[in-house]
């Protein structure tokens, strides 16, 4: 009887430690594909405005005929939710990177440089970074 009690009360301390203290995220890392259209004549857009990823999500912005693409991660407020503030996408090919496991969860303002022959338009956007799904 002393024992199952012994072992009755580690259960419980157990399943209360599990309960009150966070857990890894259990998501699966997925990508998320942010279109770009525009540059020269018309306006650069992005869909999605903001878009949303996980940690370790792998996210790319590509756009079908600019001669390059550039990406500033770098927010002024939260930094980069990835491990380098700059990724670059050249001839249609696109720009991407993985959001790092420890990013600060937000809204990031990052910006977008289209180039499209010698000419340049920018946008900045926004990369919504959360830990889990279900996650508000």
């Known amino acids: 009887m002393k024992a199952f009690l012994i072992a009755l009360v580690a259960l419980i301390i157990g399943l209360v430690l599990g309960y009150c203290y966070p857990h890894p995220a259990t998501t699966t890392p997925r990508h998320a594909i942010v ?3 525009g540059g020269v004549a018309t306006a650069i ?3 999605p405005d903001p878009v949303v990823v996980y940690v370790s999500d792998t996210l790319s912005w590509q756009h079908p005929t600019a001669d390059s693409i550039i990406i500033d991660l770098e927010d002024p407020t939260l ?12 001839g249609g ?9 420890d990013a600060d969860t937000g809204s990031y303002k990052y910006g977008i ?3 499209v022959g010698a000419v340049a338009d920018t946008l900045d ?7 889990e799904e279900g996650e508000s």
Do not use: F, H, L
Not at 93 to 101: Q, Y
Not at 125 to 131: A, G, S
């Open 35 to 37: 279109g770009v259209t």
């Open 45 to 47: 857009t992005v869909i």
């Open 79 to 90: 930094g980069s939710p990835a491990p380098v503030n700059e990724v670059r996408g050249i």
């Open 93 to 101: 090919s696109a720009a991407a990177t993985t959001i790092r496991a």
């Open 113 to 115: 440089i289209v180039w």
């Open 125 to 131: 956007p926004r990369v919504v970074v959360k830990k």
